[in-house]
């Protein structure tokens, strides 16, 4: 070791020289260090074969997706084919409506693979403390979570949705934007809505399960049950209101209703706002008991 | 000017209907202070709520002038190592510590430079680009010390701080531990070796059931227990005859003589006294080798206050 008894007499009382003089330069701001945990898991994530491998993967329908628009932008690449695949061949509220229901399905994978490392870890390992004996808030270790999460599934969702919306507004023109700008506005915040709510209950099964696989589990169990429930409640009471407790299809219905899709039959668009905002207060109910720096013994 | 103190003013917590600690004040001075008592006497609770991990539900605590519900001020002058093996193993030793001072707002070239200097005192130079799960318990509790300390705090709060080190670690970590001390820091820690407080400590606070038992410098809290007569050894080549000298004191209780009848073990209620005589004795002319107290120490203490209870 590099430090050495004091005078050399080390079976000495300590003598207090009080000539210890701290730090005192300039140190980054709040919103600077919410930044750090988010990197450090970005990094452990990217370095996982696996996660690289989903998301390579999940951009493959946004590439498609890419040619159709390329193609519906086109006319010439048309000419062969008959009326009723030109008609087919337009980027309209149908086209992100499928572009957005493929990825929503691979941003419940990805968040089932990537979700489970976020608390469970640092609950299993009591690095809570660790933690929150930085200047760091529980909700600030709660919102750099989040973080890690929304920008890995911002990066399947909204961001190549907002690239092909921008590829066909440059390509269809001024007056296509102007006229469909909605579709795009619509597609970003029924994008980051679903990433809200796959975030927080990925994080609360990470928090309450602590094991990384039950974690995984939850998050496509949490899905999976709630479709089932409903499925139940509206066979048994030959209802359709049941469709609201499924998260997948309450959100479903409230994308139709901004890209101007014509939806199922079932609940109206506040009560699917209603219920998904229940669902998401519960997950983050969850969150706020089990992300405490010490257990409670109750 | 006044020195930093952390102080507990009639501090309680109970989690739900359990008693963590009840009606604690304290006032600590910069040094070494020890906590020692039973498993589930109150000690991580009361290192919880210097670090202000937990807040009290009655009474207030003050880090040296910051109180512990302000956690951005407090975190900056304090570091915490717990009594967890904490450390990512995937991490490096170096990533680890630098990914910790970023969370404190230093930029990285800083953070860095705090990082690395922080391992080379903890003697992890030469691992720090390794992945943890290569290192040994040793090392992983040394990382968790170099973690407390990186920031370079006023106020160390150490839980177990010495857990799983070899004694040639166990020994540098002590130095480590006395030079804190001497700049003038806090040094707060929690063993359950208490040999080992005897030796670190400049102040002991003894817990036990939640509340506090003593605190104090080792001997001033021996000197309160007069219930208890003080033991001392005392080495001399005429044990019998000093023996029947010093029974002639009525503050003398018993006197044990050593097989080798070259040593006594003496237990006496008054200690001033007891200091008084055996000074005449040895100035008549017997001769005293050694006068030693037997129960100066954490473990005697332990033992009076705490063993007895139980």
């Known amino acids: 070791m590099a430090i050495t008894a004091v005078n050399g007499q080390e079976d000495l009382m300590a003598v207090y020289r009080l000539g210890y003089q701290r730090y005192q330069g300039p140190v980054a701001g709040r919103w600077a260090r919410l930044k750090v945990i988010p990197r450090f898991a970005w990094r452990r994530l990217f370095q996982q074969r696996l996660t690289v491998l989903l998301i390579v993967i999940a951009l493959i329908w946004p590439l498609l997706c890419a040619a159709f628009v390329y193609l519906a932008n086109n006319a010439e690449l048309l000419k062969g084919f008959g009326k009723q695949f030109q008609s087919f061949v337009e980027v309209n509220g149908d086209f992100f409506m499928a572009f957005m229901k493929v990825q929503a399905v691979f941003a419940v994978f990805l968040a089932a693979l990537a979700g489970p490392g976020l608390i469970a870890p640092d609950l299993a390992n009591n690095a809570l403390p660790l933690y929150f004996s930085r200047p760091l808030t529980r909700s600030d270790y709660a919102l750099s979570k989040l973080a890690v999460l929304f920008g890995m599934l911002s990066l399947i969702t909204w961001v190549p949705g907002l690239f092909l919306f921008g590829m066909q507004a440059a390509m269809a023109g001024r007056e296509w934007f102007w006229a469909n700008w909605r579709l795009g506005a619509g597609m970003v915040l029924g994008f980051i809505l679903w990433i809200l709510l796959l975030s927080l209950a990925a994080m609360a099964g990470s928090a309450y399960a602590r094991m990384k696989a039950v974690a995984g589990g939850f998050v496509l169990g949490f899905f999976f049950i709630l479709g089932g429930v409903s499925e139940l409640i509206n066979g048994i009471f030959r209802v359709t209101w049941g469709h609201a407790l499924n998260p997948a299809w309450a959100s479903h219905r409230i994308w139709c209703a901004m890209l101007r899709v014509d939806p199922a039959a079932g609940p109206g668009v506040p009560a699917c706002i209603s219920m998904l905002f229940v669902i998401m207060f519960l997950l983050a109910l969850v969150i706020e008991r089990k992300v405490r720096p010490v257990e409670v013994i109750s | ?310």
């Open chain 2, 1 to 310: 000017m006044t020195e930093p103190t952390v102080i507990f003013e009639e501090v309680s917590k109970f989690y739900g209907e359990v008693l963590g600690v009840n009606r604690i004040t304290l006032r600590i001075p910069p040094g070494i202070t020890s906590l020692a008592g039973p498993n589930g006497s109150g000690k991580t609770t009361l290192m919880n709520l210097m670090t202000g991990l937990i807040h009290p539900d009655h009474g207030s605590i003050s880090m040296r002038g910051i109180s512990s519900r302000d956690p951005e001020r407090l975190m900056h002058i304090t570091g915490y190592a717990t009594q967890y093996d904490a450390a990512p193993r995937w991490a490096t030793g170096f990533s680890f510590i630098t990914t910790g001072l970023l969370l404190f707002g230093y930029r990285r070239p800083e953070a860095e430079e705090k990082a690395w200097k922080a391992l080379e005192t903890l003697g992890l130079a030469e691992a720090a680009h390794r992945k943890m799960a290569s290192y040994s318990k040793g090392m992983r509790q040394r990382v968790g010390l170099a973690q407390a300390i990186a920031h370079e705090p006023e106020l160390l709060v150490l839980d177990e701080p010495l857990n799983g080190l070899d004694p040639l670690v166990r020994a540098e970590t002590i130095v480590l531990f006395r030079f804190w001390a001497a700049q003038g820091k806090h040094v707060i820690l929690s063993s359950h070796v208490l040999q080992e407080v005897d030796a670190i400590s400049d102040r002991v606070i003894l817990i036990a059931n939640g509340m506090i038992v003593a605190e104090g410098k080792i001997r001033d809290v021996r000197e309160e227990i007069q219930e208890r007569p003080s033991k001392f050894i005392v080495r001399c080549r005429e044990a019998s005859r000093v023996a029947a000298l010093l029974f002639s004191e009525d503050f003398i209780t018993e006197i044990r003589l050593n097989e080798d009848r070259q040593g006594l073990l003496v237990l006496a209620k008054d200690r001033e006294r007891f200091s008084r005589s055996i000074r005449r004795i040895a100035l008549d002319g017997h001769e005293i080798d050694s006068v030693i107290p037997a129960d100066e120490s954490v473990d005697a203490l332990y033992e009076y206050l705490i063993g007895e209870g139980k």
